[in-house]
Structures are given as C-alpha cells and as structure tokens.
Nanobody, 131 residues
C-alpha cells in the first residue's frame, strides 16, 4: 500500500519560514518525480514545485521562485520543501504527490505541473501564514 505522509506544517508569521517533508512508502521512490501542490479554501489545487526522479531537474511556480526550494533524498524516500518569506496568501493545505511521468516525455516540465499527472497523494498538511 502506497503512503505519502507530509509533516512540517503549522502557523507562521508573514515573512517566516517552514520546511515541509514528505516520506513515501510502498513504492519505488526513485522511479517517481515528486511534487508539491497546495489548495486554499474555495480554490483549485495549484502547482508549487516538483523534482525529477534523480533530483537533477526542479521546477517552480513563478510565485514561489527564489523563495522556495525542493530537494529529495532517495535513500530516505523523502522529498523536502523549504519555504522562505511566506505570505498570508500562501495559507493552504499543502500536498505531496508522486508521478511516474517519464522524463523522456515531451513537454515533461509542463506536464509535471499538472496535478492529473500524479498517481499518489498524501493527506495534506495545513500551512497558515498570519499577517
């Protein structure tokens, strides 16, 4: 049974930092690109960041570039999302997802930003940024 478990969320003041973690089990972690998405109340789930199977390629939403990073440790079946300079509008539930999309797929970078390309999801973790 595949499980993705997020941690590291919570309440932070605007301008502060948090580091999200996601640990995967029940799958061959190194075969999956891993992504982070977020969903605020009343809004659709939106792409935040993603990292390729071997960690060699990373992609970010324009809104988080320069403030968020993404990394993975395949030996620990884990992916991380350090977030800096957080804004109140980034209050949302953050989800970790796993995608089997092949890096040889045309439009790989574009497709990895689509939630439909992710097969497995975590339960989500709340991030609240106070003003």
């Amino acid at each position: 049974q595949v499980q993705l478990v997020e941690s590291g969320g919570g309440l932070v003041q605007a301008g502060g930092s948090l580091r999200l973690s996601c640990v995967a089990s029940g799958l061959t972690f190194s075969s999956y690109a891993m992504g982070w998405f977020r969903q605020a109340p009343g809004r659709e789930r939106e792409f935040v960041a993603t990292i390729s199977r071997n960690g060699g390629s990373t992609y970010f939403a324009d809104s988080v570039k320069g403030r968020f990073t993404i990394s993975r440790d395949n030996a620990k079946n884990s992916v991380y999302l350090p977030m800096n300079s957080l804004k109140p509008e980034e209050t949302a539930v953050y989800y970790c997802g796993a995608s089997l999309l092949s890096p040889y797929q045309s439009d790989y970078a574009k497709l990895l930003k689509e939630s439909s390309e992710y097969t497995y999801w975590g339960q989500g973790i709340q991030v609240t940024v106070s003003s």
